[in-house]
């Protein structure tokens, strides 16, 4: 036999992806966007509230 058979069981298991870490890198873009659509809509709410 030249090609040994591989089993499932033998393959290297693989680790689930963690929703974390698929989000960290988006951070420094996200932030300061939600940041400033949270600074207008307070700004809103004060504006109307006056």
Known sequence: MS???VN???APA???A?????IVPM???VLPIVGGVLIFLL???AV???
């Open 3 to 5: 090609h040994p058979e």
């Open 27 to 29: 951070i420094p873009m």
């Open 43 to 45: 700004a809103f709410i």
């Open 18 to 22: 963690d929703a974390v870490e698929s």
């Open 14 to 16: 693989r680790a689930p």
């Open 48 to 50: 109307s509230m006056a």
């Open 8 to 10: 499932d069981h033998e």
